[in-house]
């Protein structure tokens, strides 16, 4: 099985921007309900878990938060790879130097290229890991957050985000090709504030089978990767 | 008078005398820029010389000495019932810029507003925004009701069609009424041209540089021009491709965005 957890997508967007590859056979919308803000280490460890995590994790230590594999549905399958997830395996270097420059940013200390330059370094890091690891284990996650690095200070500019949306239908048709069930999904979407991308609950799910989801809450997915990892492993 | 001018004017008149009739305790709200100095001469004229209700100016105490000058000289000319509100308790705390610009407007402006109606129980604002200032206030309507928190829910609006103007039957807190929504600001320095009419000298370029809006001091950023009088202005605007709000609005939405992202833990 393989997993792309893509930060933000947002469904709007995906549709905007035609991205063929990451509407599978069944796509649609996911729902937050239950959870009073769309916090990104939360909401992974929820998705991971099958339940609602945001009070177990404070605000503060969030992204040092880790779950134990024996805590999610990481144990249904025989091995696996987690590229990046937060609340799993995340790169906190990577990130906590993002973040260092997002605040350098509104401090007017760093500039939108020198803060951009560094996503995209660290998402072509993330790429390369995926693509290395593909094929290799039963189930591969890989965790990309250039829709939420890049909207947040740039979701308001169409043309800066049509290019990253290319770049991540672009990872998704490379995916593709492989036999294994694919799922797709974010933890929250993105609506603009001016220039600004804040979060929002428009959350994005697609699969290449289709199940007949509606609507489906970011921790029934528990359920169902359980289920296809009983069936095929 | 020129013909579109006179347009403009004609149902700009038409939305502040309905106000008029529509509401009991309304006010009109001055920040001392151009559009709201034409909002009092629209006022005036369509009273006759006199405006019937109160005019507000809000005062974060972050105004440019100019703005302040400029107030005290109109008040005194045009024989305005001015009303200052500040929020005291605010401005007493050490308030400023400094700890937030998202907080400082929301506790200097919207505080001071929102204590303002709940003490004068003012039914109906008067303001000046336009539709070409920023993409949001396109959505807006000339009869626009808010509720106590001055929420508006743009996608819940009275109709406005053939010019009828209604107040909705709902519960609403008081209603913003926008008489130059359908005004440009190409328009605005027509007017004050055509009309002869007082605007701070902070609009007209000193040493390379003018401020083409008008806030407070310390989130006011001039512009560079060299243009130093209204037929410059008009020219300067026609030509330019940078927003009219640029500096201003995009630093309250960076300041939102720093306090949501803030909120999420990012920072």
């Not at chain 1, 919308?29 to 994790?57: D, H, Y």
């Not at chain 1, 284990?137 to 985000?161: P, Q, R, V």
């Not at chain 2, 507000?56 to 400029?70: A, C, Q, S």
Request: glycine content about 4%.
């Amino acid at each position: 099985m393989i997993i792309l957890a893509l930060d933000a997508l947002d469904i709007h967007c995906v549709q905007k921007f035609d991205c063929k590859n990451l509407m599978q056979k069944e796509y649609g919308q996911t729902s937050l309900k239950g959870f009073s803000q769309e916090r990104t280490v939360v909401l992974w460890a929820s998705f991971l878990t099958g339940r609602n995590m945001e009070k177990e994790i404070p605000i503060k230590t969030q992204w040092e938060f880790k779950l134990q594999p024996e805590q999610t549905f990481l144990k249904f399958f025989p091995d696996y790879r987690v590229i990046d997830l937060p609340a799993f395996s995340y790169k906190q270097r990577n990130h906590e130097e993002e973040r260092r420059l997002l605040k350098g940013y509104f401090e007017d200390e760093v500039t939108v290229e020198e803060y951009e330059s560094l996503v995209w370094r660290n998402h072509e890091e993330n790429k390369r890991d995926f693509f290395r690891e593909l094929g290799k284990t039963s189930l591969l996650i890989g965790y990309f957050n250039l829709a939420d690095a890049i909207g947040h200070l740039s979701f308001g500019l169409t043309e800066k985000m049509a290019v990253v949306y290319e770049e991540l239908d672009k990872i998704a048709g490379e995916v593709r090709a492989s036999e294994e069930f694919i799922l797709i999904i974010s933890d929250h979407g993105m609506k603009a504030v001016g220039r600004y991308g804040d979060h929002s609950s428009n959350g994005f799910y697609s699969l290449n089978r289709e199940l007949g989801l509606n609507l489906p809450e970011i921790t029934s997915f528990y359920n169902t990767i359980r289920s296809i990892a009983k069936s095929e492993y | 008078m020129n013909a579109r001018l006179q347009e403009l004017e004609k149902r700009s008149i038409a939305i502040i005398r309905e106000a008029k009739a529509q509401f009991k305790n309304l006010a009109v709200l001055w920040s001392t820029g151009k559009d709201s100095t034409v909002v009092l001469w629209l006022c005036k004229k369509a009273f006759f010389g006199k405006i019937p209700f109160p005019v507000v100016h809000i005062d974060t105490g972050y105004k440019f000495p100019e703005m302040y000058r400029f107030r005290d000289e109109i008040a005194r000319e045009w024989g305005l019932d001015l009303i200052i509100a500040r929020n005291e308790e605010a401005l007493k705390s050490g308030m400023s810029p400094e700890k937030g610009r998202l907080e400082c407007c929301t506790q200097l402006k919207t505080e001071a507003l929102k204590r303002l109606l709940k003490e004068r129980k003012f039914d109906a604002l008067i303001l000046a925004i336009r539709r070409d200032e920023h993409g949001i206030r396109a959505k807006e309507r000339y009869f626009s009701p808010r509720d106590e928190d001055f929420r508006w829910n743009y996608k819940d609006q009275p109709a406005e069609l053939w010019d009828i103007y209604v107040k909705p039957s709902e519960d609403f807190s008081h209603m913003r009424v926008h008489p130059l929504l359908h005004w440009t600001e190409i328009d605005v320095w027509e007017y004050v041209k055509q009309e002869n009419l007082p605007v701070n000298p902070l609009y007209f370029a000193r040493n390379g540089k003018r401020y083409r809006s008008l806030g407070c001091m310390p989130c006011t950023v001039p512009i560079p021009s060299t243009a130093s009088t209204i037929d410059e202005i008009i020219q300067e605007i026609k030509t330019s491709k940078i927003p009219e709000r640029a500096g201003r609005a995009q630093d309250k939405e960076k300041a939102y965005m720093m306090q949501k992202l803030r909120s999420l833990g990012y920072m």
